[in-house]
């Protein structure tokens, strides 16, 4: 669901227009005239005493799992393999269900659709680990999302959908080898300016102020990678940034450097978030400093790294995540890829939802330009659709770029590859190497982006 492909290359007005019929179509998946009801109910969950959540969820859980046993082939397939091997637990309870890896979703995604729903919203993703990944998910689970959204991010934040907003993120909005603003687009639907992350450097950042200023942005959301580059760009030169209600950090953890950075460089409250595309759990930084879970969203537990063995709670762990949302894809006890911890403790706030914490997993390193912008995120050049099982960039030096790739069946397309890494780093020397499986850390998890370069 990736625009930029189709408009980057236009000029600005027909760009303009191109971003609200984008933006106007995403608005019709993802909002509907039931929208507030569903705003007002999950604002309401937030009031909930623990057991009576909990109680709740129990009630979604089995409606999930018996679907899943029932419709959903991979399920299916392994409960009768169970019970010819003479396994007689009970579906009924979870953690008689296998956990799920990442790239039994990536190899068969076909699997995990539930046999009798017909319309799907395609999600092509590279997650986060730079392998791509395919979802499914109707218009109604969509909605379901963006109501929680709009609820625990924006209402939260005394914010609203008709706010004029900043996004500062991974899409190529205007070509790489740009040189003059703008690099951001109008969206006139979603009243957004989408602000490339690419193009932010010492010499563009106050270009990108006055972009915000003059669009009279009410908040900002973007990567911590990017938002604390414009945010140091801003201190080291002076540069003066609208005063917004907030900025919200998603899609990397946020790091207590980056946090100090962009609250200092903005002047205001910093809110982070946790989620992911495959929509199985999400949480949201409550006023006391607390991300709390989402309880429509899924169940979360947190197991050993090792073993899929319960972490003590206050423990950190692998986030396993049940998904209540999407009931036409269901994934149960999903390793996200990411480690966390869970407590219960109460929270100055009042809410009782679980509190998420030490959230470390996502560990993205930078890639550092010739011209000394610091590039976060590559992984959207994989959301397409070329081929690839797992992918990882490795920085050499300021001149080249490597990229270990585990190629999937038909990969052929080390250029375009190419082509779309020069678009965002600019003309490096970019190599592709095909390898069996990309190395893994101490963690057992790889990293997308690695740099040996040293900060000038
Ligand atoms: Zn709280």
Redesign the pocket.
Same mark, same amino acid.
């Given at each position: 669901m990736n625009p930029t492909g189709i408009y980057h290359r236009l000029p600005y007005p027909l760009k303009v227009a191109a971003a609200t019929i984008w933006g106007g179509y995403l608005n019709w998946w993802r909002y509907s005239k039931h929208t507030e009801a569903a705003v007002d109910e999950a604002l309401e969950k937030d009031t909930w005493h623990r057991e009576r959540i909990e109680a709740w969820q129990e009630e979604k859980l089995a409606k999930l799992l018996s679907i899943a046993a029932a419709e959903v082939p991979y399920y299916s397939n392994y409960w009768q393999s169970q019970r010819r091997i003479g396994n007689r637990s009970s579906i009924e309870v979870l953690k008689n269900w296998p956990v799920l890896r990442k790239e039994i979703v990536r190899e068969n995604p076909q699997l995990f659709k539930t046999q009798s729903r017909k319309l799907f919203y395609r999600e092509h993703t590279s997650g986060t680990t730079g392998s791509p990944l395919v979802l499914w998910q109707s218009r109604s689970t969509l909605q379901a999302w963006y109501s929680l959204f709009e609820a625990r991010i924006r209402r939260w934040n005394d914010l609203n959908r008709s706010d004029r907003w900043g996004m500062l993120g991974g899409q190529l909005v205007t070509p790489f080898d740009r040189k003059d603003p703008p690099f951001w687009v109008w969206n006139q639907a979603s009243r957004q300016l989408y602000l490339s992350a690419y193009h932010l450097s010492e010499d563009t950042a106050s270009a990108y102020a006055e972009a915000m200023h003059k669009h009279r942005l009410v908040y900002l959301l973007g990567y911590p990678s990017a938002l604390t580059a414009l945010a140091e760009f801003a201190l080291s030169k002076g540069i003066s940034l609208p005063k917004l209600k907030c900025v919200i950090s998603n899609a990397e953890p946020l790091f207590d450097y980056q946090r100090k950075i962009i609250a200092h460089a903005f002047q205001t409250r910093i809110v982070n978030t946790y989620g992911m595309s495959e929509l199985v759990c999400a949480a949201s930084e /409550? *006023? *006391? =400093?607390?991300m709390?879970l989402w309880p429509e969203a899924g169940l979360v537990e947190i197991l050993a790294e090792e073993s899929d063995t319960a972490e003590p709670e206050g423990s950190s762990g692998r986030i396993i995540a049940t998904g209540l949302l999407n009931q036409d894809m269901p994934l149960i006890r999903y390793d996200t890829g990411d480690l966390g911890a869970l407590a219960h403790r109460d /929270?100055? /706030? =009042?809410?009782q939802h679980p509190?998420l914490g030490e959230l470390v997993g996502r560990m993205d390193e930078m890639i550092i330009t010739l011209d000394g912008r610091k590039i976060g995120r590559l992984d959207p050049v994989f959301k397409t659709d070329i081929p690839v099982r797992e992918a990882q960039i490795i920085q050499e030096d300021l001149y080249s770029i490597k990229v270990l790739l585990v190629p999937g069946l038909g990969y052929d397309h080390d250029s375009l590859l190419q082509q779309r890494l020069r678009e965002r780093v600019g003309d490096m020397k970019i190599t592709i190497q095909q390898v069996r499986e990309i190395p893994r850390g101490a963690n057992g998890k790889f990293r997308a982006v690695i740099s040996h370069v040293k900060e000038p």
């Open positions: /409550c *006023s *006391s =400093g607390s709390h /929270c100055p /706030c =009042g809410r509190i």
